[in-house]
């Protein structure tokens, strides 16, 4: 096998995305200087190419292209540093050589596109990793055959992407008469072999797409002569040359769908490309790859040097001598192994042992941020965009909130202009179906000056924008308009608080009095209480937005007033004779509104003590009426016991009828779920009352055997949801057991009875007093050295039982 150049237009098989076919492509075009490069891809981005030469322009980058009519329908092409493709554009750029892509139109090829908008499976690369295009599923289809993996098979390997390493990643050229051609040749004639025996490979939308190549090539060739060259998936390669009339070709283009696309570059990133599915590419190792074509030698050593600089900068010790010992031992490894040199599976064994000290742990953090990176490409301002796309890009300039393809999080405080403003941009993309940023828990919390957010920006987002277009050319307005519409077609009651909710956040005040609308006459029609009380919570948090963005809400705190008063009203009955799951659902929902209602009261100042007076009325109703489900008359007077409205007694004596032995056990498992199950600090309740704690343990083991297995469910349900300090000391109180009457230091129940060993009946001030100066200097608010205790008095360490 030589590397001569045989007749006709010089056909460059490659493996997507290769760097050893990226590297063996550029050797190629210098040897063979063509006149022109044809290039696998969308005709419709010819245009487009002269932008790949722009400075702004910074891979991994794609083509998009989507329907105009329906921008959903979408489809990517995407572009590494180190993609065969990129390099030969970058070729005839740099030597004023004509560029074209010739692979089938997008037009057709996304009117193609069987699978619904949203599948998990559009808008694939369309000739991805196995060097053939994806076919739409369907019964009759046959399993694509990957080339690769077949000739590493033929080969002997298990593993197509060792053999790949071996046969061209580390193929080191020798200097001798093979020329840059022969891997070329080589790898042509294997796939004539597969094609011969594989035919489409079980893709038969491929013998369409090279249809349309060998078209364009014969172009080509009438207008710049044999001097052409083709950079394209090997697996075409045969295809390509083989001999057909232009008759037969268009015949079988004839009568294919078609569909307006539009096409731009839009930034890409080395998580999207070892994605398999979706919009990825399918390549497991990114990051290696840009290392093994970007390294001008000595590749295995300038890695070790990465990962060293990784781990460094994570406070991990590696020195110099782990950064040679690791090289070593990856060299040795190969050797042992049959390799040329050392690939990613030896490196990676190395870092291991060598660096990780046999950790995965760490190993992880280098898989992450090294072999599959990080790199969020970058597309010049001059790109093709839909207006939309313009504005949010202009106001991501503006607010300094600069795209990433790795998730991170940021606190934003709504005191300042700046963080408002980018508060109010993230919200506003929410609404519109944009998810580059998510709420996410952090030192605020709903309804502060502050927010948390955690933001991660994917490039199907850029089809988002597309498809949000149709509502507006700028964020405001779409998002205004989207808000409006989805008013409109709202058909539940909480669906419009919660919009409403999101037009406050997002600062939409031309939308609000539309959604306003919407909810006064949703809320007039809605008789249900549990509608009402679903909706009541966002409405009450919606109010506490406006008061901290400087909002008018009064015509939302009177509806919210409004269905406060009717859930008041409603409730009671509403909460006898439910089943089980029916309880549960509305014991959900009365401490939605309870939390509500402390909202409203706050937020409408003027109807306050009315409102709180209602709901606690209703409380105590639910808490005494034996009709009412056992897991709501629980909860019912857990929030009045919470709220200082019920007393201890009181609380001791519902929970011992609640709990006496005329109750069936199951509704007396449910009243204690309800009591101090869910609400935070159930458990401590029970540690720091123990008459109540008792009260419990008489009844759990007065239950009987039978009866036991039944309500043991709700027991465990409600106890696993404790801290583990929690169930260890209520364990431990159990296990101590109730003190003896008169025993030192307990204090007498109501009845007669007595409390547990250091507990007393009233707050032991002396005792307390003790541990202040210990306190005060811990907290150092004291420069002097603190006071000795007062005599008979010991300070005890913070958190001895007082």
């Not at 969308?42 to 702004?56: F, M, S, T, V």
């Not at 009380?533 to 901290?548: E, I, S």
């Not at 309880?583 to 003027?606: F, Q």
């Amino acid at each position: 096998m030589t590397g001569a150049r045989t007749a006709g237009p010089l056909l460059l098989g490659v493996r997507h995305h290769g760097p050893g076919s990226a590297r063996a492509v550029r050797a190629a075009l210098d040897a063979a200087r063509p006149r022109a490069v044809l290039i696998e891809g969308p005709p419709e981005g010819d245009a487009l190419l002269p932008l790949a030469a722009d400075e702004q322009m910074r891979p991994p980058v794609a083509l998009l292209a989507h329907a105009v009519d329906d921008p959903g329908r979408a489809a990517f092409w995407p572009l590494a540093e180190f993609s065969p493709e990129w390099v030969a554009i970058r070729w005839a750029l740099a030597h004023g050589v004509p560029a074209r892509f010739v692979d089938l139109p997008a037009a057709h090829s996304l009117a193609m596109e069987e699978e619904p908008a949203g599948s998990p499976d559009r808008g694939e690369d369309p000739d991805p990793e196995a060097e053939a295009g994806p076919e739409p599923d369907g019964p009759s289809r046959r399993v694509p055959v990957d080339p690769v993996r077949v000739l590493a098979e033929t080969a002997g390997y298990d593993d197509p992407e060792r053999w790949w390493e071996d046969v061209v990643e580390h193929r080191v050229p020798d200097g001798g008469a093979a020329g840059p051609l022969a891997a070329f040749a080589a790898l042509g004639e294997a796939m004539t072999a597969l094609r011969e025996v594989y035919g489409d490979g079980g893709h038969p939308r491929d013998a369409v797409r090279e249809a349309y190549m060998r078209i364009q090539l014969r172009a080509a060739v009438k207008e710049f002569g044999d001097e052409v060259a083709v950079v394209c998936g090997a697996w075409h390669v045969p295809a390509l040359r083989t001999r057909t009339t232009i008759t037969a070709d268009r015949a079988l283009l004839k009568g294919l769908p078609k569909v307006k696309a539009e096409l731009t570059w839009v930034p890409w990133t080395h998580q999207r490309l070892a994605r398999h599915s979706g919009y990825g590419a399918g390549i497991d190792w990114p990051g290696w790859y840009e290392h093994l074509f970007t390294a001008p030698d000595r590749p295995i050593e300038r890695w070790m040097t990465k990962v060293a600089g990784l781990l460094r900068d994570e406070d991990r010790f590696v020195s110099s001598a782990h950064v040679i010992e690791a090289v070593r031992l990856a060299s040795t490894l190969a050797a042992l192994r049959g390799r040329p040199l050392a690939g990613l599976s030896e490196t990676t064994d190395a870092v291991r042992a060598v660096m990780c000290e046999g950790s995965d742990v760490p190993l992880a953090l280098v898989r992450d941020r090294l072999i599959v990176g990080g790199a969020l490409g970058e597309v010049p301002d001059t790109a093709p965009a839909v207006p939309l796309q313009r504005d949010l890009t202009r106001q991501q300039r503006t607010l300094r909130l600069k795209p990433e393809a790795s998730e991170r999080e940021t606190e934003l405080d709504l005191r300042k202009d700046t963080d408002a403003a980018r508060s109010r941009l993230l919200h506003r993309l929410r609404l519109l179906g944009i998810g580059w940023g998510e709420p996410a828990a952090g030192r605020g919390s709903t309804g502060t000056f502050r927010e948390s957010w955690r933001l991660r920006w994917e490039p199907e987002l850029h089809v988002r924008v597309a498809e949000a277009g149709v509502w507006g050319t700028t964020v405001l307005t779409a998002a205004t308009a989207r808000a409006e519409s989805d008013a409109l077609s709202a058909t539940a009651l909480a669906e419009v608080t919660a919009l409403a909710e999101r037009c406050l956040l997002a600062d939409l005040p031309e939308a609000l009095p539309v959604v306003m609308r919407a909810l006064a006459d949703r809320a007039a029609l809605d008789t249900d209480v549990g509608h009402l009380a679903d909706a009541l919570p966002a409405l009450a948090r919606t109010l506490r937005y406006g008061d901290v963005r400087s909002t008018d809400t009064t015509a939302l705190g009177e509806v919210a007033a409004g269905l406060a008063e009717r859930i008041c009203v409603g409730l009671p009955p509403a909460c006898t004779g439910l089943d089980t799951d029916g309880a549960e659902a509305l014991r959900r929902r009365i401490d939605g509104v309870h939390t509500a209602i402390g909202l409203l009261a706050g937020a409408v100042p003027e109807n306050a003590d009315g409102l709180r007076e209602r709901w606690r009325a209703v409380l105590h109703r639910l808490a005494v009426r034996d009709t009412v489900a056992g897991v709501i008359r629980g909860r019912a007077a857990r929030l009045l016991l919470d709220d200082g409205h019920l007393e201890q007694d009181d609380a001791a004596r519902l929970m011992g009828l609640a709990l006496s032995p005329g109750t069936p056990p199951a509704d007396a498992a449910a009243w204690i779920e309800g009591f101090v199950g869910g609400a935070a600090g159930g458990g401590m309740l029970l540690v720091h009352d123990e008459r109540l704690l008792a009260l419990v343990d008489s009844w759990l083991t007065g239950v009987s055997a039978d009866t036991f297995t039944d309500v043991l469910p709700l027991l465990r349900r409600t106890f696993s949801a404790y801290e583990p300090g929690v169930r260890r000391t209520l364990g431990e109180l159990v296990r101590r057991g109730p003190a003896a009457d008169g025993a030192p230091g307990t204090g007498a129940l109501p009845g007669g009875g007595a409390t547990a060993p250091g507990f007393g009946p009233a707050l032991d001030a002396a005792r307390a007093d003790a541990v202040v100066p210990v306190l005060r200097l811990l907290l150092g608010l004291d420069t002097e050295t603190p006071p000795t205790a007062a005599p008979g008095h010991h300070a005890q360490p913070l958190g001895a039982t007082g």
